[in-house]
């Protein structure tokens, strides 16, 4: 048994048990904020839960796939499938939140991110609610997103990114961007079965295939305007053919 040493001081501090005192007083500045952020994401957790998403799971816009060959799981978002005109921000933050915590609670994950068809008003619900979505999410969960993959993004969604995306998004999330032009091109990063195609995709794909200007946003001219001469070249030859004749 130990014993105090002569001369050493001895301090005992009493504290009676209904004075309430919070714990959290006695940890560095460091934990108290950990222990914050968890109080935080647990009320987000249980607030979400209480909430029913069934209408959004039937429109299949957001869902888990296979993993890729880093072994990261794979949660599938198709763009074209999201209606933001009825769904707003602070509910589909909840939607995110939920599908995080019940689907990806642990462990690596990817996003693959498919723009095929995306219209702004109709299915875009804007960078900076997506990036206070993205600021919402417990640290872990951004710790564990290791890659986004951006399949069909087209010249416009690349230069918003290029030009707006360093200050919009977070700079982790936005170096974990990986464009892919083409659906062939994915299987760089995961194997074929993986993840399932919609048709919608597929098809826009396709359309690529024998397009490929319009990754650029140059539309080709299929009914040969550009071989129709102007008003103005036509009258100014045909003027000057009959002031020839004339004189």
């Known amino acids: 048994m130990a014993t105090r040493e002569e001369g050493e001081d001895l301090s005992v501090v009493v504290l009676a048990s209904d004075l309430g005192i919070d714990g959290r007083s ?3 500045p460091s ?9 935080e994401v647990t009320w987000q957790w249980h607030d979400c839960m209480e909430e029913d998403f069934s209408d959004l799971e039937q ?3 957001m869902r888990l796939e296979g993993s890729d060959k880093a072994g990261n799981r794979i949660l599938r978002i198709v763009g074209k499938f999201f209606p933001a005109p ?5 509910r589909l933050k909840k939607y995110v939140i939920q599908k995080v915590h019940m689907d990806l609670a642990e462990g690596p994950f990817s996003i693959l991110y498919m723009h095929s068809k995306v219209q ?5 619900p804007g960078m900076s609610v997506l990036r206070w979505i993205y600021e919402e999410l417990p640290f872990d969960a951004k710790e564990r997103l290791k890659v986004v993959y951006f399949l069909h993004p087209g010249i416009y969604s690349r230069l918003a990114m290029a030009t707006l995306g360093r200050w919009f998004l977070s700079g982790g999330l936005y170096w974990k961007i990986k ?6 091109y994915l299987w760089e990063d995961m194997q074929k079965g993986q993840v399932e195609i919609p048709e919608i995709v597929a098809e826009h794909d396709e359309v690529l295939e024998h397009r490929p200007l319009t990754d650029y946003g140059i539309e080709p001219d ?7 001469p102007s008003i103005r070249h036509a009258h100014d030859r045909y003027g000057d053919k009959w002031f020839r004749d004339f004189m």
């Open 86 to 90: 009825v769904v707003n921000a602070e």
């Open 120 to 124: 702004s008003g109709d299915n875009n």
């Open 26 to 28: 006695l940890l560095t």
């Open 222 to 228: 299929t009914l040969h305007f550009s071989e129709v």
């Open 59 to 61: 429109l299949q816009f």
């Open 179 to 184: 464009y892919v032009s083409r659906v062939e």
């Open 31 to 39: 934990e108290r904020r950990l222990a914050e952020e968890s109080d």
